[in-house]
């Protein structure tokens, strides 16, 4: 009967137990990513204003008695040159022969003129995870 009681203790008690969970993270390659770039032409019309100063000559006879060369004149935007010459009269005259008028004439044109830009694009293309881990274990020997 002493058996019987020591029986007793052991069916009334349980053992405790306890389960624990332990989460890892392992990092996998699942393919890669190339990036390529292009370069490419692109043709633009540029608005431009040119700028350009056209010279009209104009003869002017004059024909009148001076006592000395005159001065080069610019009066606005006509440049007067003088022009002499000596006459052998019974005496020695100067004589002013012609003046040359010289007009500044100024014009601008607006035309398009052809310029060459570039400009890149990129292109991604994607490599499968078998064909990297090839390349990787190709590198590691």
Not at 63 to 70: C, L, N, T
Not at 71 to 95: A, H, M, S
């Amino acid at each position: 009967m002493g058996s019987a009681m020591s029986d007793d203790r052991e069916a009334g008690s349980l053992p405790i137990m306890e389960e624990s969970v332990s989460i890892s993270t392992q990092k996998v390659e699942s393919g890669s990513v190339r990036v390529s770039t292009r370069t490419e032409m692109i043709d633009h019309l540029v608005p431009v204003d040119l700028s350009s100063v056209e010279v009209q000559v104009d003869r002017v006879p004059v024909d009148r008695k001076v006592d000395s060369v005159p001065e080069i004149v610019t009066k606005g935007d006509v440049t007067i040159i003088p022009v002499v010459e000596e006459r052998i009269v019974v005496t020695r005259e100067l004589y002013l022969r012609e003046e040359i008028h010289v007009r500044r004439i100024a014009q601008t044109q607006h035309v398009d003129v052809k310029a060459t830009t570039r400009r890149q694009t990129a292109h991604i293309d994607r490599v499968p995870a078998d064909s990297t881990s090839e390349k990787d274990d190709q590198d590691d020997l």
